[in-house]
């Protein structure tokens, strides 16, 4: 959408994601990443999986000189995007820690800024031994790749409260963003000690 608005192939843009589940998840592969406990503990080392939801979000995207023009409310503005193909991989809760790095390098880059001004960040964030760790360092390689500042960006995730929304949770990820700025106030997230 925010492509599209880009080159200018439309002048409003809405952005969606839903995730409905249609059965139960036992015997499934998302069974064997659930957590077991019901407990989603992002970023904890006592992780044990991911919690499963429901989602539907929607968002609608237009150019900030005609949301200014036309007096819209503005929760954010979107500076860049970048997308990338995770590659190879030892599994699903095991991303390529190199793509993860070069993704969010490709961001700020499309965005133009400096990642020291940088004071949050919304993780993906799933809850799983494997996969959180290899996001954390995928984010520090590339903030070393800046600066050897330590301590000046948040981090968190939506998931820890709602759950995995899978096919919405970049969406449900980007409103809270929103609310965040416009409450001024990150929710902690639950279960993390």
């Known amino acids: 959408a925010c492509m599209a608005l880009k080159k200018k192939e439309c002048s409003v843009a809405i ?64 500076k860049g995007s970048a997308i990338n193909n995770d590659g190879a991989a030892s599994g699903i809760t095991a991303p390529n820690l190199d793509a993860q790095t070069e993704v969010i390098l490709a961001a700020w880059k499309a965005a133009g800024i400096h990642p020291e001004n940088i004071s949050y960040i919304e993780a993906h964030g799933t809850g799983t031994k494997i996969g959180d760790p290899i996001e954390i360092k995928g984010l520090t390689n590339a903030f070393r790749k800046y600066t050897k500042k330590k301590q000046f960006c948040g981090i968190g995730t939506v998931k820890s409260n709602i759950g995995h929304t899978v096919g919405a949770s970049g969406l449900a990820s980007l409103i809270k963003l929103c609310l965040c700025m416009q409450n001024k106030e990150v929710p902690p997230m639950i279960n993390f000690k």
């Open 15 to 78: 952005a969606s994601g839903i995730q409905l589940s249609d059965g139960p998840l036992s015997g499934t592969r998302e069974d064997i990443l659930s957590s077991g406990d019901d407990k989603l503990k992002v970023f904890e080392k006592n992780a044990k999986g991911t919690i499963w939801s429901e989602g539907v979000g929607t968002v609608l995207l237009k150019p900030l000189k005609a949301a200014v023009k036309d007096g819209d409310h503005i929760y954010a503005v979107i």
